[in-house]
T-cell receptor
């Protein structure tokens, strides 16, 4: 299994909602990432987990809360988002290079 | 800090034309270099990579050579197809683990039939 999976594929939420994005990989990679990608831009790093511990938080607002329950799973909990948070959220894992999931297209109304 | 510069495009070519997308980098040490491709509505897929100077990465007719003397990793393809229409990202990783990736701004390629 050489893929990273993400659910849901699409998500629409209001500014008062709480939702979660999920990411899973079974390649045994010990580093996992969340990226945010706006249209026509490269991915921007949000969080890095290394051996299930948060190692990098790129000054992301607290309305985004990551969680790594085990070495295969990565969640991103969303609360009180703003319309400008609408974007494609990509998960990745790495071993020598980064393996990306297909992303969750998030729309905040 | 480390950085990647690439031509931003958009690049529009006719089918079977020759493609070059320039990429240059700034990094300390000896980074690994990558090209990723992103098709509409999808995540990023690795296209090719090179881990040391003079290495040539190749895949699906695309090639890029790691040129340390010019700090470049230009992407080339001899004959593009409509199906190659996508956004191409040049990237580097300063370590061997694939962490601390730095992406270029991306180049949008449109291939017309």
């Amino acid at each position: 299994d050489t893929e990273v999976t993400q659910t849901p594929k699409h998500l629409v939420m209001g500014m008062t909602n709480k939702k979660s994005l999920k990411c899973e990989q079974h390649m045994g990679h010990r580093a996992m990432y969340w990226y945010k990608q706006k249209a026509k831009k490269p991915p921007e790093l949000m969080f890095v987990y290394s051996y299930e511990k948060l190692s990098i938080n790129e000054s992301v607002p607290s309305r985004f809360s990551p969680e790594c329950p085990n070495s295969s799973l990565l969640n991103l909990h969303l609360h009180a988002l703003q319309p400008e948070d609408s974007a494609l959220y990509l998960c990745a894992s790495s071993a020598g290079r980064q393996f990306f999931g297909p992303g969750t297209r998030l729309t905040v109304l | 800090g480390d950085s990647v510069t690439q031509m931003e495009g958009p690049v529009t070519l006719s089918e079977e034309a020759f493609l070059t997308i320039n990429c240059t980098y700034t990094a300390t040490g000896y980074p690994s270099l990558f090209w990723y491709v992103q098709y509409p509505g999808e995540g990023l897929q690795l296209l090719l990579k090179a881990t040391k100077a003079d290495d040539k990465g190749s895949n699906k007719g695309f090639e890029a050579t790691y040129r340390k003397e010019t700090t470049s990793f230009h992407l080339e393809k001899g004959s593009v197809q409509v199906s190659d229409s996508a956004v191409y990202f040049c990237a580097l990783s300063p370590d061997n683990y694939g962490q601390n990736f730095v992406f270029g701004p991306g180049t949008r390629l449109s291939v017309l039939p």
